[in-house]
């Protein structure tokens, strides 16, 4: 049971309202080489049943991650993932070499549905060739488990997943927000100063689903699902399309101990249903199709 | 900052679309100092989906009670002013930084902006509490005389108290900050606080800073979180020369006014 990149800080914001040593690990802030201001507001605009969000990026940098934030998050004792996003090929293996020799991290999550300026602001995480190496590069330069972050607003997200893997995944977490906008009528103008903004939360869940779906019947490597997982029965759903560990993340933002709440419904649902682990679920749909 | 629950014990229509509501709830009562807020959830279900900040208008300590005061404008704050007594809600708080009270016995200027009131009457409040009592003078302005919510309250707590209104119905005909020029003018003003809309806070600011007056103002911002993590409150700010954006909820909801970059703040979330 994880907290989602972006939806968690870096712990401490929450560290007062929960215990975050019962989490088996936080997906941090997406961390960029040079700090970064973020966008302009309006940043986030509410719609039914979850959000969009324009947040851009805001983080203090590589250098102070590592100075301040990674130490505050160490002490919470659970594994650390570190989300990390560049602009550039050279950015993002810029960005894992540095962070290869940090033991205090476990895992490192390519967030790779961010606009590639070598190739005119196409994504990463939209074509396949473009995902594989990326992967393959990164995967050369850290020996930390390397998870990729799969964006929905792709036409195939089995291909992206397959290229992810051959570039050298240990896993894939899916999915990132889906690309979404929102007209303010009163002022006649978009809702977010970026004009689209991602769209999170329990609205998005069944195309989480299906993509967890998907992806479990397209790679073998364990998956991290998310996408608008409120309760447990939520967090059931992805486990038996296929994921191995899931996420909690707009809802972090209802109910601060939501992971908790979702990590207590999963024991209780284990016990009554006689499961030994969690995970003797993972993928259980697919064998339960009809 | 604590999760916790509070129960609804009186609601009451101050105004059009305005309702004061009391919450019983010990421990906020206790923590909440003035300009902090709670982040509430409406409704248990996703609709809406996230919660919403009020700030504290007064605590009762005896009671364990709070109150706010609170503008229905849209979904959330609608179901909030149909309410029933008894009904329990979850929130969150007290949260954010506090108006930073004189230690001494200052002169103070409250300036509030309709529902903008709120946080002031309880820092009106704590000044006269103080073991030095501060000599407080309030101003309000709104709309119309029907939308001086509170007035009463919070004109008790101030030693001095004048209102304005857009139409003249009660008080000096214009806006609030055509008083805080007088007032300015006559000089002996240790400090000022405000809460408001956007275009006020940001007269009062320029107002105080040609008069070299130390001001704090609570501003809004959309919230999601509002705990610092989610980064969608925050305000562009100014520190050095460079422009940087702060979070609401975190570093806010008071700033000082000579922190807040007022060019770059949109007023889109205005509403009076
Ligand atoms: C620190 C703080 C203190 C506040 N104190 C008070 C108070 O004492 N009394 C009061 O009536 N209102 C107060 N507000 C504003 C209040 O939070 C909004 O009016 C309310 O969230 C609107 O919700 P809604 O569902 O009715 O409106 P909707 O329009 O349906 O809300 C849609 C979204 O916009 C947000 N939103 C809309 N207007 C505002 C706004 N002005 N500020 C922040 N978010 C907004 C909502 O939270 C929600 O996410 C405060 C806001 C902040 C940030
Ligand atoms: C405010 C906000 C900020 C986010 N920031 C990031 C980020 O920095 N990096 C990232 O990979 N995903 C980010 N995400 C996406 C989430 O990690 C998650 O993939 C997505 O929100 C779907 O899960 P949910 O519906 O449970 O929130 C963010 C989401 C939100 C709502
Ligand atoms: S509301 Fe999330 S950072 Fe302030």
């Given at each position: 049971m994880l907290v989602a990149s972006g939806t968690f800080g870096f712990g401490e914001e929450y560290a007062e309202l929960v215990d975050?040593?019962?989490?088996?690990g936080i997906c941090t802030k997406a961390v960029t080489l040079a700090p970064r201001a973020g966008n302009p507001q309006p940043r986030i605009w509410e719609t039914p049943a979850g959000m969009l969000n324009a947040?851009?990026?805001q983080n203090p940098g590589l250098e102070v991650f590592l100075e301040e934030k990674l130490p505050t998050l160490r002490q919470y004792e659970v594994p650390i993932i570190v989300n990390v996003a560049g602009e550039t090929r050279a950015e993002y293996v810029e960005l894992a070499a540095r962070l290869d020799?940090?033991?205090?991290?476990?895992a490192l999550e390519l967030n790779?549905?961010?606009?590639?300026v070598e190739h005119?602001?196409?994504?990463?995480?939209?074509a396949p060739d473009l995902t594989e190496d990326l992967v393959g590069a990164v995967r050369q330069v850290t020996d930390h488990v390397l998870i990729t972050k799969l964006s929905?607003?792709?036409?195939d997200v089995s291909a992206i997943a397959q290229a992810a893997v051959a570039g050298g995944s240990d896993a894939l977490s899916l999915i990132n927000t889906l690309v979404g906008m929102a007209i303010d009528v009163e002022g006649r103008r978009p809702a977010l100063a970026n004009i689209t903004g991602g769209l999170s939360g329990p609205a998005i869940r069944p195309v989480a689903v299906r993509m967890t779906w998907q992806v479990a019947e397209a790679v073998d490597v364990p998956i991290i699902g998310m996408g608008g997982i409120t309760t447990a029965e939520d967090a059931l759903q992805f486990i038996m399309a296929g994921a191995s560990a899931v996420a909690v993340g707009t809802a972090n933002f209802v109910e601060p101990t939501a992971a908790l709440s979702v990590i207590d419904g999963l024991i209780e649902y284990c016990r009554h249903h006689n499961?030994?682990?969690?995970?003797?679920?993972?993928?259980a749909a697919h064998s339960g199709r009809q | 900052m604590l999760t916790t629950q509070a129960e609804l014990t009186r609601r009451e229509q101050v105004a059009p679309e305005h309702y004061l509501l009391t919450f019983v709830c010990p421990p906020i009562a206790e923590q909440a100092q003035p300009g902090q807020f709670v982040h509430l959830r409406?409704?248990?279900?996703?609709?809406?989906l996230l919660r919403r900040p009020f700030s504290v208008m007064n605590v009762n300590l005896s009671q364990g009670s709070f109150q706010l005061l609170i503008q229905a404008v849209g979904q959330g704050t609608q179901i909030l002013a149909q309410a029933q007594a008894g009904a329990v809600f979850d929130l969150l708080g007290p949260v954010g930084q506090p108006f930073p009270l004189p230690d001494g016995a200052e002169q103070v200027l409250l300036v509030a902006g309709g529902v903008g009131v709120a946080p002031l009457i309880f820092v009106a409040e704590r000044l006269k509490e103080q073991p030095a009592p501060c000599y407080v003078q309030g101003l309000f302005g709104a709309q119309?005389?029907?939308?001086?919510?509170?007035w009463l309250e919070f004109s008790t707590r101030c030693d001095e108290f004048a209102t304005a209104t857009e139409d003249g119905?009660?008080?000096?005909?214009?806006?609030?900050t055509d008083l805080l020029d007088k007032q300015l003018d006559r000089g002996g003003v240790d400090r000022v606080y405000a809460c408001g809309p956007v275009a006020m806070l940001a007269e009062v600011a320029r107002q105080c800073q040609e008069q070299q007056v130390p001001c704090w103002v609570s501003v809004e911002q959309r919230m999601a979180?509002?705990?610092?993590?989610?980064?969608?409150c925050v305000i562009p700010t100014r520190c050095e020369g460079s422009q940087h954006y702060q979070r609401v909820c975190r570093e806010g909801?008071?700033?000082?006014?000579?922190?807040?970059?007022w060019e770059a703040m949109s007023p889109e979330l205005d509403r009076c």
């Open positions: 975050i040593s019962r989490l088996g947040i851009g990026w020799n940090v033991a205090a991290i476990s790779i549905s961010c606009p590639n005119g602001g196409l994504q990463f995480g939209v929905p607003n792709v036409t499961v030994a682990r969690i995970t003797d679920l993972t993928g | 409406v409704t248990k279900g996703l609709e809406p119309t005389e029907d939308y001086l919510c509170c119905s009660a008080g000096e005909k214009g806006l609030v979180c509002g705990v610092g993590a989610c980064l969608g909801p008071v700033f000082a006014a000579a922190q807040i970059d």
